[in-house]
């Protein structure tokens, strides 16, 4: 089964932000009431992201405000995302 790169790129990010500040995968789930082995699943791809708990943050400000979106409008985004670049 091949991954949609744009999820793939999500994934990657998921786990350079965990990293970036400094938790293990056991540390995350604590905070969000998630299994360390989701944490690892979600972020190797293995299992599929929440929609209702991304939001968007500007690259240039990630300390900004976040631009947030109802599960649904979120998976027709994703559905409607090119599968090649």
Known sequence: MSRIPTLTFLHEQLRRARQARGLSQEELGKRVNYSSSYVSAVETGQSPVKPDYLAVRDSKD????????????????VAATPTSH
């Open 62 to 77: 990630p300390a900004g405000p976040a631009l947030t979106f109802p599960p649904a409008s979120w998976r027709a985004f």
